[in-house]
């Protein structure tokens, strides 16, 4: 039997979870060299390897806590840190905190923030002070996550789709991305943006808007935005988020897209 047969069977408490231990470490370890990822991108766009998610939620049940120290902090947990971070040049800023089980690529800079298990972090990019990128997130290269960005983690169920940041896409401070939301490459979100499976992405762009649910199209440049709603009691302004804007090859050098983003009003 497989590895990911062998952990599909524990999960579904086919086999005795015992049984499947050497299996779910072997993934595990997998994840965190970065030879296998939760979800990948393919011509059909973004799979998620289901399997891989159940070995995480088995490797909690199996694993007991421990007391790990560092310097002068104390840990209590079930899930060791990441080692080996300057073979991979990946640099790490006390107390910023990349959990086993993740992967950085070279070039990752991770200052007091935290990186969780199953998630994986492209090559170049920042995750800025108190920023947190949830389990299983998945973070493409040259990507900046702002002071205080929230990356929710998505592990239950496990058929799921993470959050997923696409290449070159810009989170600005204290935004909040979570239950599987798409962010597509290059996109821009401004300031507190915060973005839900449900939160409604409306482009005003045009003579009409259009709405996007879960998804931020390629390069497109999004604010908070409210629009009212009627209840019995009157009416109220619910939170939305608005695509105001279009990157372009004209603004994609960091000077003239910082200039764009001023000249529309953007926060980041």
């Known amino acids: 039997m497989s590895d990911r047969e062998l952990i599909r069977s ?3 408490g086919d086999v005795e979870i015992e049984t499947a231990r050497e299996a779910v470490e072997r993934a595990i370890e997998s994840l965190d060299r970065g030879q296998a990822r939760v979800a990948e991108k393919t ?3 973004w ?5 891989l998610k159940e070995a995480i939620l088995l490797y909690f049940r199996l694993r007991v806590m421990e007391t790990v120290e560092v310097g002068g902090y104390e840990y209590h947990d079930k899930i060791p840190l990441k080692k080996g971070l300057a073979a ?5 800023v006390p107390p910023g905190t990349v959990r086993y089980g993740a992967h950085c690529e070279p070039g990752v800079i991770v200052m007091p923030g935290y990186v969780n298990i199953g998630a994986y972090v492209g090559a170049g990019t920042m995750v800025d002070t108190w920023a947190t990128v949830g389990s299983c997130a998945q973070i493409g290269k040259g990507v900046h996550l702002s002071g205080g960005v929230g990356i929710g983690g998505v592990l ?5 789709r993470p959050v997923i940041i696409e290449d070159g896409a810009f989170i600005g401070s204290r935004s909040i991305v979570v239950e599987g939301v798409l962010v597509e490459e290059g996109a821009v979100l401004g300031a507190n943006t ?12 045009g003579p009409e808007p259009v709405e996007h649910r879960g ?3 390629a390069g497109s440049v999004v604010v908070p935005g409210t629009r009212p709603k009627e209840f019995p009691s009157g009416t109220y302004d619910l939170v939305c988020a608005l695509i105001i804007g279009q990157r372009t090859e004209a603004t994609d050098k960091k000077t003239a897209l910082n200039d764009y983003l001023r000249d529309l009003g953007v926060q980041l």
């Open 10 to 12: 524990a999960f579904a």
């Open 43 to 45: 011509a059909d766009g």
């Open 47 to 51: 799979v998620v390897n289901e399997w």
């Open 88 to 92: 991979q040049g990946v640099r790490v």
């Open 156 to 160: 239950e169920p496990p058929g799921a």
């Open 194 to 205: 915060v973005l839900t499976s449900s939160t409604p992405i409306i482009d005003v762009t």
């Open 215 to 217: 998804r931020v199209p």
